[in-house]
């Protein structure tokens, strides 16, 4: 045992591994060799990359402990632009000599066990050598772990901590050890990483790594060998590759790679000497970033004066500018922004002072201060504001830029500060706003980079919050709320929640838009704690006290918290008890958006609502628009890792038929963060009063007094508040705003007055017109720094990659416009003076546009930048220089401009991507590369290379020769030139048309040099050169042209333009007399003759075929029988193709081809009964066929597809419409109907005179004028109405022509055509819009035909077809592979019910449909007929469109015995008690404009009467011996004599049909029936809201439509009709009844105790000495309380504010024997 014990022991220690860690003996130098490159670029050879190599000598020596020195010799740095692996690295001696000056002294650091300390370095060493030196050092870094060979951890690094794999190789028996470690650069701790200009750019915290485009790793590889107490590192290697994937695509990616060569060479005995100078800590391994954030990525700039190079740099780029040079003048303008962030105060004061009265200096000037973003710019900008040197238009453009630019310190903030209590902003309401929302976006950015936001950024807004609350101003309200949103600071919520009644009941008073801003202040601040933003968006949502409208804010700030699964089904289970059915309809419509959401960073929330829904009930999802809802388009590739949304939210308010607020926001998603774009948000109030007649003074009405005494009456009741029209605006980039405004009546007053001095509109136009007289002149120039960002990480060698982009545009303008107006504007101005002048107009406008965008990947240092750069450049250009003269009261306009004597860029799109290299050096000498290189790329056996296949390309369609559209007399010819490179590597295309009558043509350009076809990704597609642009140039002609002439007449002169356009010279001539001979003339002129000798000729010759021939199809409007599967159906079907013509000569026609189609008919039905599809789910792509007997099977419900569309003119009795034989020759025949009105030969022109002439000629010096002519006819008539358009050359040669004609045949067809070409008969498109029947449902049809039209057309609809398919898939519409006519669409539209259309779209070789698609608004196809009947003959569907909106705007209620119909349409039984009035509808607004009352009479219990009070009348209808009887205050009025009112309002009242009717539209009542049974009442849109009694709110709130005059609402509708009754004096009136809280009249058990009950409501009964003869049991609540209580009914109405405790059936009277009243006499 012993000798055991001791084996295993020797075997124990000699296994044990000796200590790896790296060591330096003291005393010794030990010399190592260094190598470090690093290349950009796209993974391939042959393509160009850029890269920097630096080699040197290092010696390291022990000084003592851990303190060890570096000293680095002969260092060398080279720069890489070329084509791997071919080309050199070059060397830079300069940049060489820059390096060795700050390595010439040693560095000392911290090393032991392995593990880089503290490094120390001289006081003037650049941040550039620290790092590089860092870059060096980690090479030393290790972490060993004694006991294991293979483990993970998290390592100190130059990249920061990140996740660490080590694997541990010992060979010990050669006294050597390997190790190595990889690093994952994207699992990272604490991270080195600078972000600049991604505030707005939110991370996914809890999305996947694989979402990420940026991806990197580095792995280390050490040989050691041990060497008595520790390891000796004899060679170190590290690579490190970051993969940049800007589309997410695994081959599309640049790549940086990195490599570092650490070998030993000798080892020394002489230490390295110990530095001179005080060495400084600059901490530990882990990179810091500095000077290179101030360096832009465009060419390198060494400041050395910056006041001198402003100048020249400003004045280089103005003159630039002048030139055409835009993109100079784009990169000048980035020096220019760079140059100031490192300018002092003074020098740009000097600077302004040299240039600030230049305008075309200033605003340069001016657009580079705001982009700067630095601290002494931003204070020179409140400096300028101080002293009121900007004009408001520049103050407002550069406060809004510099704000988003200024980069947030204590500095900035400290100026931004200032800005808010500046006197000359406080003047200005629209700076005050900027600066309040910018001030808090600057916050908000600040905060981001601090974990503790200080309080007193803060105050400032807290404190304006404050202020306006005492204040009670709602404006400043809503600008701290809104300031306090964009800084979203958790520190604010408590002033948040001042204003929500939730948490404040002082709030309640606000007003609901400032609840609604405070709800959305919350939004930014959820982001940071939406767990607590959570809670209280929930109880705001579940508060239906609150407004409608606040609550579905809240549910808005709700769902962007990322609720969870118990938080989403608490919000539907709320739903099934909701009161209000706007917020029940928008919560339900949001988590319908939100179901189907595919955006990998709302899955959960996905998941969640669709479980929701479940839950709900689907007569939510049957809400019409009157409704709030939430309209969701979006998609996302999950491929790409992409998408984008767009919401809107549609608020409706219970005041409006519309919506009354709208939020419409577009946010992107891209890899694992979003972005909100863009979001713009309208309120609106109280708008429907502004299209009302105004300044009626109802207050000073009986009626408004009469409604006065009357709401005392009505316990509990209250008017609605007063209104005024107000409409708010805000918008929101990057979800920030930037601004927002409050328009109102008093806010447009002063903006009149301001302009004119005055609040009329009239003079305010005059003086418009008259500053335009004077000339408009002068040059408008919008530089803007569109955006900047940037995102740098550190390299292993210790230079920073960055990838950044930066993009700046240019939209500028000159002008100059004079106008010259006669006869002269008279003192007493009126608008309609400006039809009776003359105009002559001189005008010189060349606008232009242009935007920059510069992407870089790479080295961005002060010293040099290495790597690839792309720009993409969009260029608008344009110019308009004509002289234009326009006689109002002759409607004559011409113009004339010059011809196109030079070519002229009108719209361009570039882009280059460059492997550069520059260094500061050389600063005027950088090199730079295109990636590909000119000759063809070398084979290599690693590069696979496949050539595109240019007959299987999508555009190998542009290598065929287009034919001519329009032969050469005419203009024109088009002209299409292509070129291919070998290889597929580049193309050039040019499409161009001539337009030789004018003298021009325009040609589209197409090039192309892209990297696709190595790898095809979208990266290598954009990498290259692409060019796209629109040119115009010269053609050359026989004769020169001077100008070109636009010349439009319109009316009775028309003709005589046309005439006098082709024969100069000619005299006017007497219109009546030469009529006919102007007729003539304009037929031969125009070519009308040919045109319809060719239409009338062509028609016969069909004619005769169609007798003669013997085709074997069905026409497109055949009506199949009943019996579709047999022949002899068929063939009878056939028969009726042609439908009913006048004349026996028709039916010989129509039984000849009846019986040529018999014999035919029974192949047709074989053929057409097999029926192909291809499911969705079968992604082979075959077709599924079923045969006669599958189909007869499907008879019972046949698909939507399989029917026919009867038109409306061809329908008979007991015709089927299912069709049974879709067949490809069926499909293909052409529509009678259709042909026949593309054909029509009437020409409008033989009876009536043109309405409008235009002549566009091209005058040249010694020949006739060329160019084209236009004439249009139009001839209305009560059932139809035909526009006929000519257009042709004025030049007799040509005889190209083109035709528009489009008719309404009668109220069920419309058709119109259009042909072009010779004669107009090249060509031919035709469309019909019909309505008819489609599977017995009222239906309409629109067909489109192209029988021939050019081949570019037709490439383009196949263009256009190849995304139907993908669609129709995304839409959920059903889909069908089936031949169809080859040129021919049509699409079929059926109304199913009054909310349900089925939809089927018919196309070549594909069938689109679906069924019961909801409409937004309800369409009835008539009051008195059921959906599915056939319309009448005179059913017209295009008025029925306009009555049903029109109906479905205004309310209705109605009365017909005892059956009510509120304006909201709930239909309920109510008895009302005879001779007691009843407040049917009154405005219950603050202007008490009408009141209608209605009464059962006593006698009979099916006859009423109504009392009516508007103004100062009082209006009686009621029936008296069967005779319906009339009085109009007291005075009995005849029936049959119409009576109208004098008042400021008008009032009518008539008789109609067996009642009378009362119209008064400017009181709000559309419109008021009564006959004695029955009474109807409309009342207008703007009344929505605002009325209340037995017909409602009008407000589309169906479950509160029970409301009692207090608001409570009612058990029943026998308490609601009784509460509203009117209480009369018993001795005086008729009513007997009147309301009393009542006692419970049962014992109760409260609480295990008898108590004592009061009805919370007051109780129809008796007045005092009356008995009820009937009652009827009503559902009251009541209020218990112990039996001890002292509570009473005694002076108290009602107990409306005491809690419910119980439910009781308690009866009501409704009939009173009175026989004893004690009455005064």
């Known amino acids: 045992m012993k000798g055991l014990i001791l084996a295993l022991v020797l075997a124990l220690v000699g296994g044990q591994r000796q200590d790896l860690d790296p060591i330096f003996h003291t005393g010794k130098t030990y010399l190592y060799g260094y190598e470090s490159f690093i290349l950009h670029g796209l993974p391939g050879r042959g393509l160009a990359m850029a890269g920097l190599r630096l080699t040197c000598k290092l010696e390291i020596s022990h000084v003592s402990r851990s303190i060890h020195l570096l000293q680095i010799r002969s260092p060398k740095l080279e720069e890489y632009n070329g084509f791997w692996p071919t080309d050199p690295f070059t060397p830079s001696s300069r940049l060489t000599e820059t390096i060795a000056a700050c390595f010439n002294q040693a560095f000392k650091f911290e090393y032991a066990a392995g593990r880089v300390g503290t490094i120390f370095t001289p006081g003037d060493c650049p941040i550039l050598c620290t790092n590089l030196v860092r870059g060096i050092l980690n090479m030393m870094q290790m972490t060993i772990k004694k006991s294991q060979n293979v483990y ?32 994952d650069l994207t699992n990272c701790q604490e991270k080195a990483v600078k972000n600049m200009g991604m505030a707005y750019i939110r991370p996914c915290p809890t999305c996947p790594l694989k979402a990420r485009n940026i991806r990197g790793t580095v792995m280390f590889t050490y040989k050691m060998k041990y060497d008595g107490s520790g390891t000796l590192m004899t060679s170190a290697t590290s690579e490190q590759v970051y993969h940049i994937s800007p589309f997410n695509e695994p081959d599309g990616a640049a790549v940086m790679e990195a490599r570092q060569e650490l070998s030993l060479v000798d080892i020394k005995r002489a230490p390295v000497s110990a530095p001179k100078t005080q060495l400084q800590n600059q901490g530990s391994l882990r990179y810091h970033f500095s000077g290179e954030l101030l360096q832009m990525p465009v060419p390198l700039i060494r400041i050395k004066n910056p006041d001198l190079q402003l100048t020249e740099t400003l004045r280089q780029l103005v003159q630039d500018n002048e030139e055409g040079a835009t993109k100079e003048a784009s990169v000048k303008f980035l020096q220019m922004v760079q140059l100031f962030r490192v300018a002092t105060l003074d020098h740009i004061e000097s600077l302004w002072v040299q240039f600030a009265s230049d305008l075309p200096y200033r605003h340069w000037f001016l657009s580079a201060i705001c982009a700067a973003g630095a601290t002494d710019t931003f204070r020179f900008l409140k400096q300028k504001i101080h002293d009121e040197q900007l004009n408001i238009w520049e103050a407002s453009a550069a406060l809004s830029l510099a704000f988003h630019f200024v980069t947030p310190n204590k500095q900035t903030l400290e100026v931004a500060s200032t800005f808010l209590t500046c006197p000359q902003i406080q003047k200005a309401p629209m700076h005050r706003i900027i600066v309040y929302l910018g001030y808090g976006s600057m916050v908000n950015k600040y905060c981001a980079q601090t974990s503790l936001c200080p309080n007193e950024l803060l105050r400032p807004l807290h404190d304006l919050a404050t202020e306006a609350t005492s204040k009670d101003d709602a404006k400043d309200m809503a600008l701290a709320l809104k300031a306090i949103g964009n800084a979203g600071e958790l520190a604010s919520t408590k002033h948040i929640l001042k204003f929500l009644p939730t948490f404040s009941p002082a709030a309640a008073s606000l007003p609901n838009r400032i609840h609604a801003d405070a709800v959305l202040a919350l939004r930014k601040i959820a982001r940071k704690d939406p767990k607590k933003v959570r809670d209280i968006a929930l109880q705001v949502f579940m508060d239906i006290t609150l407004a409608p409208k606040v609550r579905m804010v809240a549910c808005v700030v709700l769902f962007e918290t990322k609720p969870g699964l118990p938080a989403v089904t608490a919000m539907a289970s709320s739903l099934l008890t909701e009161p209000s059915l706007q917020v029940a309809s928008f919560t339900y419509s949001h988590m319908k958006a939100l179901a189907v959401g595919r955006i990998p960073q709302l899955y959960n929330l996905s998941a969640a609502c669709n479980i929701a829904i479940k839950l709900l009930s689907p007569r939510l999802d049957k809400l019409s628009y009157r409704y709030s809802k939430v309209i969701h388009i979006g998609d996302y590739s999950c491929e790409y890792q992409a998408g984008a949304i767009w919401r809107v939210y549609l608020m409706n308010s219970p005041s409006t038929a519309f919506p009354s607020d709208i939020i419409t926001k577009v946010r992107g998603y891209y890899a694992d963060t979003a972005t909100d774009i863009i979001e713009v948000g309208v309120w609106s109030q109280s708008l429907t009063q502004l299209i009302r007649k105004q300044n009626i003074p109802f207050a000073e009405y009986d009626t408004y007094k009469t409604l006065k005494e009357l709401g005392k009456t009505l316990l509990g009741w209250k008017e609605l508040p007063p209104e005024d029209p107000l409409v708010s605006i805000y918008a929101k980039v990057l979800g920030q705003e930037i601004a927002f405004v409050d328009i109102d009546k008093d806010a447009i007053q002063q903006t009149m007055t301001s302009l004119t001095g005055s609040s009329n509109w009239q003079p305010m136009v005059k003086k418009v017109v008259e500053e335009v007289q004077q000339g408009v002149s002068g040059q408008w120039i919008l530089p803007v720094l569109v955006g900047e960002l940037r995102h740098v990480v550190p390299t292993v060698v210790g230079v920073p990659l960055e990838l950044s982009l930066c993009g700046t545009a240019l939209a500028q303008a000159a002008a100059n416009v004079n106008i010259q107006i006669s006869p002269p504007l008279s003192d007493n101005f009126r608008p309609s003076q400006l039809l009776e002048t003359n105009m002559d107009i001189h005008a010189d406008i060349k606008p232009k546009a242009y935007f920059h965008v510069i992407a870089m990947m790479g080295i961005n240092t002060q010293y040099f930048q290495s790597g690839l750069e792309f720009h993409a450049e969009f260029s608008a250009n344009t110019t308009m220089n004509f002289d234009a003269r326009i006689n109002m009261k002759e409607k004559n306009l011409k113009m004339e401009m010059l011809p196109c004597d030079q070519e002229v860029e009108l719209a361009a799109v570039r882009t280059e991507v460059y492997a550069i290299s520059r260094n500061m050096g050389e600063v005027d000498s950088e090199k730079k590369s295109q990636l590909l290189p000119k000759e063809e790329v070398p084979s290599t056996s690693d590069q696979p290379f496949q050539p595109l296949e240019r007959a299987s390309g999508p555009g190998s369609w542009k290598q065929s020769n287009t034919p001519s559209v329009i032969s050469k007399g005419y203009q024109q010819g088009s002209e299409e030139a292509h070129h291919y490179s070998v290889g597929g590597r580049s193309y050039t295309h040019l499409f161009c048309g001539k337009f030789e009558s004018l003298g021009c043509s325009a040609c589209l350009s197409l090039k192309s040099r892209s990297s696709a076809f190595l790898r095809n990704t979208y990266l290598h597609k954009l990498v290259g050169e692409l060019e796209a642009k629109i040119i115009l140039k010269p053609v050359n002609t026989d004769a020169d042209i001077d100008k070109i002439q636009l010349e439009v007449q319109a009316g009775s002169k028309a003709a005589s333009k046309i005439t006098d356009g082709p024969t100069s010279g000619s005299k006017e001539e007497d219109k009546t007399s030469l009529y006919k001979d102007i007729q003539a003339k304009l037929k031969k002129i125009l070519g009308i003759e040919n045109v319809f000798q060719v239409a009338n000729k062509t028609r016969r010759r069909k004619k005769r075929i169609h007798r003669n021939d013997k085709p074997a199809v069905t026409n497109v409007w055949a009506e199949p029988s009943a019996h579709p599967l047999s022949s002899s159906s068929s063939s009878s079907t056939a028969s009726s193709v042609d439908g009913k013509k006048p004349g026996n000569e028709h039916k010989k026609d129509e039984i000849r081809q009846s019986g040529k189609k018999r014999g035919s008919s029974s192949s047709v039905s074989s053929a057409s009964s097999n029926i192909c599809s291809s499911s969705r789910g079968d992604r082979s792509g075959a077709q599924h066929c079923s045969g006669d007997s599958e189909y007869s099977n499907q008879q019972g419900n046949p698909p939507v597809y399989q029917f026919w569309f009867k038109p409306a003119d061809k329908q008979g009795p007991g015709r089927e419409v299912l069709n049974s034989s879709i067949s490809l020759s069926s499909s293909s025949a052409s529509d009678e109907g259709i042909s026949r009105a593309m054909s029509q030969p009437k020409f409008l022109g033989d009876s009536k005179p043109p309405m409008l002439a235009a002549v566009l000629r091209a005058i040249h010096r010694n020949e006739q004028p060329t160019g084209l002519q236009l004439v249009l006819y139009t001839d209305t008539q009560p059932m139809r109405s035909r526009m006929q358009m000519f257009v042709s050359s004025i030049t007799g040669s040509s005889r190209w022509k083109l035709c528009a004609d489009a008719s309404v045949i009668n109220s069920h067809e419309v058709s119109g055509s259009l042909k072009w070409g010779k004669d107009c008969q090249d060509y031919r498109i035709a469309l019909q819009i019909a309505t008819g029947q489609f599977a017995a449902y009222p239906a309409m049809q629109m067909k489109l035909e192209w029988p021939k039209v050019p081949s570019l057309v037709r490439t383009t609809a196949k263009w256009f077809y190849s995304f139907l398919p993908g669609a129709a898939y995304v839409l959920g519409y059903s889909q069908r592979q089936q031949h169809g006519p080859s040129r021919q669409a049509t699409l079929v539209m059926a109304l199913t019910s009054p909310r349900t259309c089925d939809v089927v779209l018919k196309v070549p070789e594909l069938t689109i449909y679906d069924r019961a698609i909801r409409l937004p608004l309800p369409f009835p196809s008539s009051p008195s007929r059921s959906i599915s009947t056939l319309p009448p003959p005179d059913w017209n569907v295009f008025s029925q469109a306009r009555i049903s909106i029109i109906e479905n705007i205004e309310a209705r209620c109605s009365v017909f015995q005892n059956t009510f119909t509120t304006f909201n349409g709930v239909t309920f039984n109510y008895s009302m008690p005879a001779n007691c009035y009843h407040v049917l509808v009154q405005d219950c607004s603050s202007e008490l404009k009408f009141l209608v009352m209605t009464k059962r009479l006593e006698e009979s219990a099916d006859l009423t009467a109504i009392n009516v009070r508007l103004a100062n009348h009082e209006v009686d209808m009621y029936v008296s011996n069967g005779l319906i009887q009339l009085k109009i205050n007291g005075v009995q009025a005849p029936t049959d004599v119409p009576y109208t009112s004098n008042s400021d309002a008008s009032m009518l009242i008539s008789s109609e049909k067996e009642g009378l009717s009362l119209k008064a539209p400017d009181y709000g009542i559309d419109k008021l029936y009564y006959d004695g049974h029955s009474l109807e009442i409309r009342v207008s849109f703007w009344m929505a809201g605002k009325t209340c009694g037995i017909c409602g709110k009008y407000d589309a709130e169906k479950e509160r439509e029970y409301q009692m005059p207090s608001g409570y609402l009612a058990k029943d509708a026998v308490s609601f009709g009784q509460s509203w009754i009117i209480s009369e004096d018993p001795c005086a009136g008729a009513c007997k009844l009147q309301r009393k809280s009542v006692n419970i009249e049962k014992p109760v058990a409260f609480e295990k105790a008898a108590a004592k009950c009061f009805s919370l409501e007051p109780v129809l009964r008796c007045v005092e ?57």
């Open 1665 to 1721: 000495g009356c008995s009820a003869t009937t009652a009827v049991p009503v559902s009251v609540g009541f209020h218990c309380v112990p039996p001890d209580s002292a509570l009473s009914l005694e002076g108290q109405a009602r107990l409306g504010q005491k809690s419910e405790d119980i439910v009781s059936t308690v009866p009501a009277h409704t009939a009173c024997s009175c026989q004893w009243q004690s009455c005064p006499p």
């Open 152 to 183: 993970e951890l998290q390592e100190a690094g130059i990249e920061g901590i990140c996740q660490t794999r080590y694997i541990i190789q010992d060979d010990s028996k050669n006294n050597r050890v390997t190790v190595s470690k990889s690093k």
